[in-house]
């Protein structure tokens, strides 16, 4: 049996990507497949805690004992995070929250032409940032999901986000990031401890991951 060493605590996770509509059939989107943050709300809800998931579109079942609530839109994920602000102690964001959607949706399908076609994208809102801006009592653990300088570009995000922990992914390397059932992580803390962890499958990455954030309640981080 699983310790029930998360009892008592709020967690908010957050997982899959987002999808940004041009028109009624084409999107914007990314390669999350939703593993990753599934696997930390299902341990989180095994080690006792009270765990709502906001999820983009995945094929994924919902974890037992967890209250999903699916969004599609950057947009719609944060107006369902920020709704859930309140009430809870501990956010996680393995989302794959798409930076930009497309300034205006066609209603209609868009038709071909012999022209080139060139969409214009505006900035989503950049949710983690948002609520490291009103931390408060909560902890708050990021991702980051690099191709090049892991350490450094995590640990600006670290800092521009005000987390107490980011979950740094190189999605290049073969076994880790997007869509494949194993992922290799660095683990950044605000002192500036970086802790390597092996290929691991993201079940088990998500065990890791929420026995830091255990450490870091037990050491008073975010309280
Ligand atoms: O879903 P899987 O197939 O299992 O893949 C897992 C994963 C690769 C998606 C996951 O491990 C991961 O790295 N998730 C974060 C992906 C990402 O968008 O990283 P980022 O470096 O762009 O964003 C940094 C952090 O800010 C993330 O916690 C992200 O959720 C958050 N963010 C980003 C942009 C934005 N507009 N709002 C946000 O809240």
Same mark, same amino acid.
């Given at each position: 049996l699983t310790p029930k060493r998360l009892a008592g605590e709020r967690i908010l996770v957050t997982a899959g990507p987002t999808l940004e509509e041009i028109d009624p059939v084409r999107f914007i989107s990314n390669h999350s497949s939703g593993k990753m943050g599934y696997a930390i709300a299902r341990q989180a809800q095994l080690k006792g805690a009270e765990v709502t998931? *906001? /999820?983009g579109p995945t094929a994924l079942a919902a974890p037992?004992? *967890?209250?999903?609530i699916r969004v599609?839109? #950057?947009a719609e994920m944060r107006d +369902? *995070?920020?709704g859930l602000l309140e009430r809870t102690d501990i956010v996680i964001k393995a989302a794959a929250v798409a930076d930009y959607r497309p300034k205006s949706r066609s209603g209609e399908k868009m038709k071909k032409s012999a022209a080139a076609l060139s969409i214009e994208l505006e900035k989503n809102p950049d949710i983690l940032a948002e609520i490291g801006g009103m931390k408060g009592e909560r902890l708050?653990?990021?991702? #980051?999901a690099e191709t090049q300088e892991l350490v450094?570009? +995590? /640990?600006a995000k670290l800092n521009a986000k005000n987390l107490d922990l980011v979950v740094a992914n190189d999605v290049s390397q073969e076994g880790a990031g997007f869509n494949v059932d194993t992922n290799i992580a660095k683990l950044l803390y605000r002192d500036g401890r970086v802790e390597a962890l092996p290929m691991m499958g993201k079940e088990e990455l998500a065990g890791e991951i929420l026995e830091r954030v255990e450490l870091l309640r037990g050491e008073g981080a975010g309280k």
């Open positions: 998931l *906001v /999820t037992h004992g *967890v209250k999903v599609q839109s #950057a +369902a *995070v920020m708050l653990v990021g991702f #980051a450094k570009n +995590a /640990t």
